[in-house]
């Protein structure tokens, strides 16, 4: 069973940045595709940012150049580096693990931006 625990939620001032976290408990975490989504109040949830277990990113248009998404395979963690907040970045923030049965996801972390 893999478990998702986010962390670095946050309240920040516009302009402002944050670091989350999401610890996996993974056994063959290095395998796995990993990601973050945000789901805003009455919106649907987007992709923010993934990355391959080769190392490849993507991400959702309205954070490139502002948000990195890294993994650290030997201590089974992903991390999204957020720089230059809005207050449209305002959200709960789910970390997601894909494996070839299904996906997982945390419960999340409120990140708050505002002034």
């Known amino acids: 069973q893999v478990q998702l625990v986010e962390s670095g939620g946050d309240l920040v001032q516009p302009g402002g940045s944050l670091r989350l976290s999401c610890a996996a408990s993974a056994s063959q975490f290095r395998s796995y595709a990993v990601g973050w989504y945000r789901q805003a109040p009455g919106k649907q949830r987007d992709m923010v940012a993934t990355?391959?277990?080769?190392?490849?990113?993507n991400y959702g248009d309205s954070v490139k150049g502002r948000f990195t998404i890294s993994r650290d395979n030997a201590k089974k963690m992903v991390y999204l580096q957020m720089n230059s907040l809005t207050p449209e970045d305002t959200a709960v923030y789910y970390c997601n693990l894909n494996t070839i049965l299904r996906s997982y996801w945390g419960q999340g972390t409120q990140v708050t931006v505002s002034s």
């Open positions: 990355i391959t277990s080769s190392g490849n990113t």
